[in-house]
């Protein structure tokens, strides 16, 4: 069974910085298309971006420059450094596992960002 | 940007009735090389992350149900539930994965009448 452990999330201050975790077992996180999308509270779904197995990594414009992905592959882990944060970054953010590019078929559970002074 | 607008917001069927949710782009995700429309439907419970159902527009995710089809082409998209059951209550998203930004549409309240 895929399992996708997010941690590190929290309450920050504007313009702080946080680095979230997704911890992968049963799967390599490098072999895959991995994504990070977030969830405002009582809103929509915002996908924030992706690594491809190739290591090609895209973002949503409403992150580039502020957020990078990335992956360690010792740790079979997948990371989202996010800086100068803002209010508006307050989200559920779930790390996922892609079944084909763009697709993703395994959630985590999500870890809660709060940006907020 | 690709953008996803869904119809209608919410939605309210009656147990055993069909629901029909749409999904329209604002550019084409159909990519000609292979045939294929890069749209997605997903699905999202109280509390839990979302699932997948549908993508290719119409291929049924693994352990689907059948009652859960895709359809369309191009711009315009639709999930038809065929016969709703109580556990179907959820908001459901659609999702273009035709490019960067993969973008989700705004989600459709679907609740029981």
């Known amino acids: 069974e895929v399992q996708l452990v997010e941690s590190g999330g929290g309450l920050i201050q504007p313009g702080g910085s946080l680095r979230l975790s997704c911890a992968a077992s049963t799967f390599t996180v490098s072999s895959s298309y991995m994504s990070w999308v977030r969830q405002p509270p009582g809103k929509g779904l915002e996908w924030v971006s992706v690594i491809y197995n190739s290591g090609v990594t895209y973002y949503a414009d409403s992150v580039k420059g502020r957020f990078t992905i990335s992956r360690d592959d010792s740790k079979n882990t997948l990371y989202l450094q996010m800086n100068s944060l803002r209010a508006e970054d307050t989200a559920v953010y779930y790390c996922?596992?892609?079944?084909?590019?763009?697709?993703?078929?395994?959630w985590g559970q999500g870890t809660l960002v709060t940006v907020s002074s | 940007d690709i953008v996803m607008t869904q119809s209608p917001d919410s939605l309210a069927v009656s147990l055993g009735e069909r629901a029909t949710i749409n999904c329209k782009s604002s550019q084409s995700v159909l990519y000609n090389s292979n045939n294929k429309n890069y749209l997605a439907w997903y699905q999202q419970k109280p509390g839990q992350p979302p699932k997948l159902l549908i993508y290719w527009a119409s291929t049924r995710e693994s352990g689907v149900p059948d009652r859960f089809s895709g359809s369309g082409s191009g711009t315009d998209f639709t999930l038809t539930i065929s016969s709703l059951q109580a556990e179907d209550v959820a908001v459901y998203y659609c999702q273009q994965y035709y490019s960067t930004p993969y973008t989700f549409g705004q989600g459709t309240n679907l609740e029981i009448k």
């Open positions: 996922a596992r892609g079944l084909v590019v763009g697709v993703i078929n395994y």
